[in-house]
Nanobody
Framework: QVQLVESGGGLVQPGGSLRLSCAAS????????MGWYRQAPGKQRELVAV???????RYDDSVKGRFTISRENAKNTVYLQMNSVKPEDTAVYYC?????????WGQGTQVTVSS
């Protein structure tokens, strides 16, 4: 089994920055895509950004130019740098990792953008 643990969430003012981290541990073979999803109250979970093992990334249009996803394969860790945050970025952010054995999720970390 693979465990994902997110950290770095919290309260941030509009226009501010926040960095989320997600570390994978356990019976890891090779992690392929790793990504961040978010779910706001009353809404479905949506993709924020995803990055391949080789570093190719893809973003939802709503965060392009503001968020940056990166990863350290040696540490089985993925990051999400969030800049110029907006109130509509408020959500629970979930880390996801894909491996040949399955698809894994973290427990989520709350991000609240408010003045």
């Amino acid at each position: 089994q693979v465990q994902l643990v997110e950290s770095g969430g919290g309260l941030v003012q509009p226009g501010g920055s926040l960095r989320l981290s997600c570390a994978a541990s356990g019976n890891i073979f090779i992690l392929n895509n790793m990504g961040w999803y978010r779910q706001a109250p009353g809404k479905q979970r949506e993709l924020v950004a995803v990055i391949s093992r080789g570093g190719v990334s893809r973003y939802d249009d709503s965060v392009k130019g503001r968020f940056t996803i990166s990863r350290e394969n040696a540490k089985n860790t993925v990051y999400l740098q969030m800049n110029s945050v907006k109130p509509e970025d408020t959500a629970v952010y979930y880390c996801n990792a894909q491996e040949f054995k399955g698809d894994y999720w973290g427990q989520g970390t709350q991000v609240t953008v408010s003045s």
